[in-house]
């Protein structure tokens, strides 16, 4: 006796099709859909379900076509009638953005992408886009961190994404971020071999980096090569005031630019405090041969703030009565909030 398989319900094809895009497995959905092609071809639902593939995968254009055979089909199916509303609106958001960037108002620009961004949160595709874009009109502001976060943020949607790469080196450079600016340039320079502008880029973040390879303390300090030790002490306590890790929870980039301007500072005055130092610096004698500042074995930034202020100003109940932390030597009683003792000098090693 012949066995008859049971065929599947036609309408568990398209529930799985569609669960498979609810659920963000957009891939899947795709190749699924692509195996119902030939069964369903007719089929409003799936028309609409395969557009909605189509267009997470980044191809509006190809999507709208199948929103409109869908409508060809059954001119009143709503759902397709909902999917070209969607497409027109966020490609009209967009094209507005567009335009206000071309004329120069990067402010109305910023708006009309982050409206555009609103419209189909799920589309990460289309919306890593919109998030270059936006960084774009960032970088016209010249407000370099939202860029980066932007770019970030549009990587993650589309690792495949060389556009936000470049974009990317191009945020880091102007933070003077050398060396991550240099790693997307190499990324574009292997994704896009021919990109007609990455070389250039490439040897100029070298030559950037190996020039700051350098540091200029005097510029990090905000002073003159000619400042006086009072002056030097007062741009240290105003910067390192400004920039302590502590006042600076935001986003993990604003962190993490926080504690290397922190650092650096440090840094600067660690040499320019130093009479000797400070000497051998303006010399241009190498910092591996004067010593350096070691951030690993010797007095870290956040042990140099705490001795310069007597204590941590961000922190209550983490210092005994000398303003040190606990179980600092207790020979380094001298220190007052002015500053360090003329008496008293520490070797920095570079790490």
Same mark, same amino acid.
């Given at each position: ?114 409206? /555009? ?87 100029? /973040? ?46 993990? !980039?604003?962190?993490?630019?926080? !504690? ?92």
């Amino acid at each position: 006796m012949e066995t008859s398989i049971e065929k599947p319900n036609p309408d568990s094809n398209l529930a799985k099709l569609e669960a498979l895009l609810r659920s963000g497995k957009v891939q899947e959905a795709l190749n699924y859909s692509q195996e119902l092609m030939r069964s369903y071809s007719s089929s409003p639902e799936y028309l609409v379900l395969r557009g909605r593939c189509i267009f997470l995968n980044g191809s509006a254009e190809n999507a709208k076509k199948l929103f409109m055979e869908a409508l060809r089909l059954d001119p009143d199916f709503s759902k397709a009638k909902d999917q070209v509303k969607l497409i027109r609106a966020i490609e009209r958001t967009k094209e507005e953005g567009n335009k206000a960037f071309t004329s120069g108002n990067a402010r109305e620009a910023i708006e009309c992408y982050s409206r /555009a961004l609103q419209i189909d949160p799920q589309n990460q595709n289309y919306n890593s886009v919109l998030l270059a874009n936006r960084a774009a009109a960032y970088m016209k502001l010249k407000d370099y961190m939202k860029a980066l976060e932007d770019l970030n943020k549009a990587i993650s949607y589309s690792p495949n994404y060389t556009k936000a790469y470049m974009r990317r080196g191009n945020v880091r450079m102007q933070m003077e971020e050398y060396d991550e600016a240099l790693k997307d340039y190499n990324e574009v320079k292997n994704r896009d071999p021919n990109h007609p502008e990455v070389d250039n880029c490439i040897r100029l /973040a070298q030559d950037k980096s190996r020039r700051a390879s350098k540091k200029d303390y005097y510029k990090i300090l905000g002073v003159d090569k000619s400042a006086s030790d009072s002056e030097i002490k007062k741009a240290y306590r105003k910067l390192a005031l400004k920039w302590h890790p502590d006042k600076h929870s935001g986003t993990p !980039e604003e962190k993490a630019r926080a !504690e290397k301007i922190f650092k650096d500072i440090n840094e600067a005055y660690g040499v320019l405090s130093d009479q000797q130092k400070r000497q051998r610096y303006d010399m241009g004698v190498d910092e591996e041969g004067m010593g350096g500042f070691d951030m690993g074995g010797g007095i870290d930034p956040m042990q140099m703030f705490q001795m310069f202020f007597g204590g941590d100003p961000f922190q209550q109940g983490g210092f005994a009565q000398s303003g040190f932390p606990s179980g600092f030597p207790s020979g380094l009683s001298g220190f007052s909030r002015g500053g360090f003792p003329g008496n008293v000098s520490f070797t920095f090693r570079r790490g």
